[in-house]
């Protein structure tokens, strides 16, 4: 029996394949999405590490620049101080020789009236040359010019009257000296407390840290730009950038080593030659004062005259401090001197008392005027020291300055080209 064959329907049409979207066709100038644009990275590279060699060497440039000019500031500022304190020195000094020059009475010794002279002409012409030395001290420095004329104007006036016996002679002297200490000593003491700020800023002005931290600022850079290279054309090393930053490197060695050498000598100028200079000064200026108020104490006429042995006793203090080796010795030998003094004139000696202090040998007058000389010289000698020390390489720390910019450029230059030969290695 035959059976008939079952119709079977006919399989479902297959699916119709989804088709992926045509990508969008370039547009010219634009990268293709997805891929780096290598060109322009590198060029973002290049650009990076020029800009930052090149600043390197301009700010290193002017660090070092700063440093120079601080160093100029800090040779002319010794020298302004010193001045200053020569003006303080000098003013005491004449005051000494015109109240010493006084007990004498009448005519006066010509030669002591020379040295009196040319003490103020001396103080005069260095207000003038601390006057368009420092602009800052101009007007301080004006009112001690008029200080010290009206000064000079009254010991004439005691000095005419000491001639003719008035005894009106010596209140103008006291007077005069008086007025001194109160209104033109403190006077110099600002411009001193200035200038010696001044200087020790101006020593200050070296930065070996602040080079350092630049030079290794620009290093880490150099770093990650080779790093970046590496990555991305599996070279270890990019010779342009290794060469610039043996180029940073040195540079930055060279030039913190240079300023901390410069910044230690700085300061042992300070604690040594300047700290001398300044201590010397100190103690020429309360020496004269001493001898000063040593004068005053037998113009008074007043046995155990306890105001000016006061004086002359913080004057003293101040020397046995700030006196150097060189001057001690003198100074011993005219305390030895004002003690023997002392001791005439509280016992009614006074004839002897003046005596004493007025002859040129053998009396007090001696040992201090050797005194005033060798400190004089001391400050002289010191202040010369600081100054030729702080002058001395200039010129050199300016070239080496200049060279800082050119091996910023050369530095610069050598990742220009380091980064061209990948760029080369890629096109």
């Known amino acids: 029996m035959s059976q008939t064959a079952t119709p079977q329907a006919a399989p479902p049409p297959p699916a119709a394949v989804a088709k992926a979207p045509a990508p969008a066709p370039a547009v010219a100038g634009q990268p293709t999405p997805g891929l780096v644009d290598t060109p322009a990275l590198l060029n973002r590279w290049q650009l990076i590490g020029m800009t930052v060699a090149i600043l390197f060497g301009v700010f290193s440039a002017l660090i070092q620049f700063g440093a120079w000019q601080s160093d100029g500031r800090a040779a002319d500022d010794t020298e302004q101080l010193v001045r200053v304190q020569e003006i303080k020195s000098s003013l005491l000094r004449a005051d000494a020789l015109a109240t010493n020059a006084f007990l004498v009475g009448g005519l006066e010794d010509p030669d002591q009236r020379k040295e009196y002279d040319a ?5 005069l012409t260095e207000i003038a040359n601390a006057a368009e030395s420092q602009p800052a001290d101009r007007e301080v420095l004006a009112a001690l010019n008029v200080e010290v004329a009206d000064y000079a104007t009254a010991v004439a006036q005691a000095r005419n009257n000491n001639r003719l016996g008035y ?35 101006a020593m200050a002005g070296q930065h070996p840290i602040w080079l350092v931290l630049l030079g290794l600022a620009v290093l880490v850079v150099l770093v990650w730009l080779n790093r970046e290279l590496a990555k991305h054309f599996h070279r270890r090393i990019n010779k342009g950038i290794a060469v610039a930053a043996v180029i940073v490197l040195v540079v930055t060695v060279v030039t913190a080593f240079g300023a901390l050498v410069r910044d230690n000598s700085n300061d042992s100028l300070l604690d040594g030659e300047l700290a001398t200079a300044v201590s ?13 108020s040593e004068s005053l104490r037998l113009i008074a006429r007043v046995p155990g005259d306890s105001a000016s042995e006061t004086a002359w006793l913080v004057s003293r203090e101040i020397v046995d401090k700030s006196a150097s080796r060189e001057t001690v010795g003198a100074w011993n030998d005219y305390v030895a001197q004002h003690d023997e003094i002392v001791e005439l004139d509280n016992a009614g000696q006074w004839d002897e008392a003046v005596k004493r202090a007025t002859e040129a040998k053998g009396g007090s007058t001696e040992p201090l005027d050797s005194f005033d000389a060798i400190a004089k010289s001391v400050v002289t000698e010191t202040r010369d020291e600081v100054v030729d020390d702080l002058r001395s390489g200039r010129t050199l720390a300016l070239l080496l300055s200049g060279l800082t910019v050119l091996l910023g450029v050369a530095a610069a230059v050598a990742v220009s080209r380091g980064i061209g030969e990948r760029r080369r290695e890629f096109s």
Do not use: F
Not at 173 to 199: H, Y
């Open 119 to 123: 003490a103020l002409s001396s103080v």
């Open 280 to 292: 010397e000064s100190n103690a020429r200026t309360a020496a004269n004062d001493a001898k000063a």
């Open 167 to 201: 005894p009106i002679g010596a209140e103008y002297l006291r007077g005069a000296s008086k007025e001194l200490r109160s209104d033109a000593i403190p006077l110099i003491d600002n411009m001193v407390t200035a200038n010696t700020e001044r200087t020790e800023d």
